[in-house]
């Protein structure tokens, strides 16, 4: 179609992965020395401890640790207000428990011990209510880490549910320095602060740097399906495209039939230029139904659109689209429906897709686009012809001139005919 105006089709079909973070909290599994206490101490009416056989010592988890732990407990100043909030909250008093923390923090004898207990209390009553509270949660934890008073097992607990909160509310810089500062100090390679570290390098378009730690974790667990699409994307996106798409085509083949890794499949085939593997998966997909969302249609589109001779499956998988009500019935798409439905050789459906688009287009281009149609000897629809370039004009955007030549057209083929 020489004459026709190109059409600039953005189709976007972006692999997003999902954050995926499971919070590893403090107080979960491996209790700190310090939940432990608040579990098993007793206290009085008054808030004075009953004094009860010594617990047993808990091991220590970090035991190449650079940092020191201190020695200093609580002020004897504050030992009853501390007391008190334990108290409140072994009984799930948790607002007057959380009271006595602000209070306890505020006070000016509080010592970093001090500071760092209360603001634990309050970091546990928060996520005792919400888990994903990550607003709330990170000041506490803050608090708590940088009051530097607490045992190493409780303090790097901390450090290591900050990093991934920070992640979690995309504080990607933050969850990056908290991580570093975690493996540096404690002289570990725990896998869920290196998922933290490869996770926020990627989010901060270090892909390069990304892939190292990434490797390392998936390394460390292949199943980690997050990591892998994360490991798969960073290639992809550093120019490695081939090793993206054997890493995902791993990740499909361990879901099965998971509708979501089989579309990131696809894309990532695309981004790899292996067009006709990413047709397969789509076809595939189609045959059994499974595309269901608008990121689904759309990544057929736009892996349609790179290959030749595809017109026909595009205008399918629009139309698919469309008449589902998944793809939303813009100017764009219909005006992808009416070239595909052309260059496939099925003019009365294009003529019908961009009369619908056209209305909807901000300028005159469709209504152009549908006017050179209209006025084509084998359509010979004449007065249409003239009315869509009209429209063209009307709508703006276009050289007033290539419309006029169109309605020029229609009007000696319309005068032929009195």
């Avoid at 000016?108 to 996520?127: K, Q």
């Avoid at 607990?157 to 990607?172: I, P, T, V």
């Avoid at 896998?191 to 460390?220: C, F, P, Q, S, T």
């Avoid at 230029?273 to 057929?300: M, N, P, S």
């Amino acid at each position: 179609m020489k004459h026709m105006h190109p059409l600039v089709l953005a189709i976007t079909a972006s692999l997003i992965f999902c954050q995926g973070i499971n919070i590893a909290h403090a107080d979960d599994s491996k209790k700190s020395a310090f939940m432990k206490r608040i579990a098993g101490e007793s206290y009085d009416a008054e808030g004075n401890k009953i004094e009860q056989k010594e617990q047993k010592e808990e091991a220590v988890m970090f035991p190449l640790a650079t940092r020191v732990p201190p020695k200093q407990e609580g002020s004897k100043a504050l030992t009853k207000q501390r007391n008190q909030m334990i108290t409140a909250y072994q009984k799930n008093k948790f607002d007057d428990a959380k009271q006595l923390a602000a209070t306890i923090k505020a006070d000016p004898a509080a010592n970093a011990n001090d500071i760092g207990t209360a603001a634990r209390v309050s970091l546990v009553i928060i996520t005792t209510k919400d888990r994903n509270n990550h607003k709330d949660a990170i000041p506490e934890l803050e608090e708590a880490v940088n009051s530097n008073g607490l045992d190493n097992n409780t303090h790097y607990s901390l450090m290591s549910e900050l990093a991934q909160r920070y992640l979690a509310n995309q504080d990607y810089q933050d969850a990056l320095e908290t991580s570093d500062k975690f493996l540096a100090e404690t002289k570990t390679d725990k896998k869920e602060i290196l998922a933290v570290k490869g996770n926020a390098l990627y989010r901060l378009k270090r892909e390069k740097d990304a892939i190292g730690v990434l490797e390392k974790v998936h390394a460390m667990d292949p199943n980690d399906q997050a990591v892998t699409q994360m490991l798969a994307r960073a290639y992809s996106d550093s120019g490695q495209p081939a090793k993206a798409a054997e890493l995902t085509k791993l990740i499909a083949q361990a879901a099965g039939g998971d509708r979501v890794t089989r579309v990131n499949l696809a894309i990532t085939y695309r981004d790899a230029k292996q067009f006709e593997e990413a047709a397969d998966v789509i076809a595939d997909l189609r045959k059994e139904q499974q595309l269901v969302e608008e990121r689904d249609y759309l990544t057929a589109m736009n892996i349609y659109s790179a290959m030749k001779n595809r017109e026909a499956d595009m205008a399918s998988v629009v139309q698919e689209g469309l008449d589902k009500g998944v793809l939303k019935e813009t100017a764009s798409n219909y005006n992808i429906l009416g070239e595909s439905y052309y260059y496939s050789g099925e003019e009365d459906k294009a003529i019908t897709a961009w009369s619908k688009g056209a209305p909807l287009s901000k300028d005159g281009t469709t209504y152009l686009n549908l006017a050179i149609i209209q006025c084509q000897d084998q359509v010979a629809r004449w007065a249409a012809c003239k009315e869509s370039a009209k429209n063209a004009i009307a709508k703006g955007g276009i050289n007033p001139a290539d419309a006029k030549t169109q309605i020029a057209k229609a009007d000696k083929e319309l005068g032929k005919s009195k």
